[in-house]
T-cell receptor, first 117, second 109 residues
Framework: GAVVSQHPSWVICKSGTSVKIECRSL??????MFWYRQFPKQSLMLMAT?????????EQGVEKDKFLINHASLTLSTLTVTSAHPEDSSFYIC?????????????FGSGTQLSVL | GDSVTQMEGPVTLSEEAFLTINCTYT??????LFWYVQYPGEGLQLLLK?????DKGSNKGFEATYRKETTSFHLEKGSVQVSDSAVYFC????????FGEGTQLTVNP
C-alpha cells in the first residue's frame, strides 16, 4: 500500500531555534498534503493544506509565519517551526493524497514529536 | 461546525474480550464516517468506513454501523487480540476530515 514517510520521529530543540519536519510520499504523487497538530488526549487539529506548487492554506488561528509549509515537489512537503517556543511542543502529523482522490485514499505519516526546551 | 466525540480512554481488556468504542458526531449534510487505527510507531491507517446511513463498515473483525438517528458510529469487535493494541480514531469527512480525540486500547494476554 501507499506509504508516507515522516522525519524525524522526534526532535528536541532549544527555544528560539527552527525545526524542519519532512513528509514524503514514497510510491505515489502527493498533489495535496495536510499538516496536523495533536495535543495529548486531544484530536488531530488541521493546521494547513498544501497543494504542490501553490501556497499553503492555513486554518484559522494558525500563524503562517510561524509554521512555514513548503510543497515544492509531488513527493515532498516540509513544515518548519520557526523560532520555536515551549508552547509549540506537540505531536505533528502529515498526510497526503493523490489528485482526484477522496479522503478514503488519504495516507498518514507516523508523526513527529517536537519538544522545545 | 463538524465535530466528533469519542469514548475516553484508555481502555484495557483481556484477550478475547468484547470491544466497544463509542463515537458520536455532529455534522451538516451526510458525511462519510471512518475509523482509523494507529499502531505504535506507525501512521494512521484506515480501518473501515461507511458512506451512508445504515451502512456497516467491517475489516479485520471490527465493525461499525452508520446510525443517522443517533448520529453514532460505534466500533465493535467480538474477540480482541493482543495485536489489536493501538490508538483508534473516529473521523468524519465533511468539508474536511475531522477527528475524534483517539482511544488508546491495550489488550493483555
Amino acid at each position: 500500500g501507499a506509504v508516507v514517510s515522516q522525519h524525524p520521529s522526534w526532535v528536541i530543540c532549544k527555544s528560539g531555534t527552527s525545526v524542519k519536519i519532512e513528509c514524503r510520499s514514497l510510491d505515489f504523487q502527493a498533489t495535496t498534503m495536510f499538516w496536523y497538530r495533536q495535543f495529548p488526549k486531544q484530536s488531530l487539529m488541521l493546521m494547513a493544506t498544501s497543494n504542490e506548487g501553490s501556497k499553503a492554506t492555513y486554518e484559522q488561528g494558525v500563524e503562517k509565519d510561524k509554521f512555514l509549509i513548503n510543497h515544492a515537489s509531488l513527493t515532498l512537503s516540509t513544515l518548519t517551526v520557526t523560532s520555536a517556543h515551549p508552547e509549540d511542543s506537540s505531536f505533528y502529523i502529515c498526510s497526503a493524497r493523490e489528485s482526484g482522490e477522496t479522503n478514503e485514499k488519504l495516507f498518514f505519516g507516523s508523526g513527529t514529536q517536537l519538544s522545545v526546551l | 461546525g463538524d465535530s466528533v466525540t469519542q469514548m475516553e480512554g484508555p481502555v484495557t481488556l483481556s484477550e478475547e474480550a468484547f470491544l466497544t468504542i463509542n463515537c458520536t458526531y455532529t455534522a451538516t449534510g451526510y458525511p462519510s464516517l471512518f475509523w482509523y487505527v494507529q499502531y505504535p510507531g506507525e501512521g494512521l491507517q484506515l480501518l473501515l468506513k461507511a458512506t451512508k446511513a445504515d451502512d456497516k463498515g467491517s475489516n479485520k473483525g471490527f465493525e461499525a454501523t452508520y446510525r443517522k438517528e443517533t448520529t453514532s458510529f460505534h466500533l465493535e469487535k467480538g474477540s480482541v487480540q493482543v495485536s489489536d493494541s493501538a490508538v483508534y480514531f473516529c473521523a468524519l469527512s465533511g468539508s474536511r476530515l475531522t477527528f475524534g480525540e483517539g482511544t488508546q486500547l491495550t489488550v493483555n494476554p
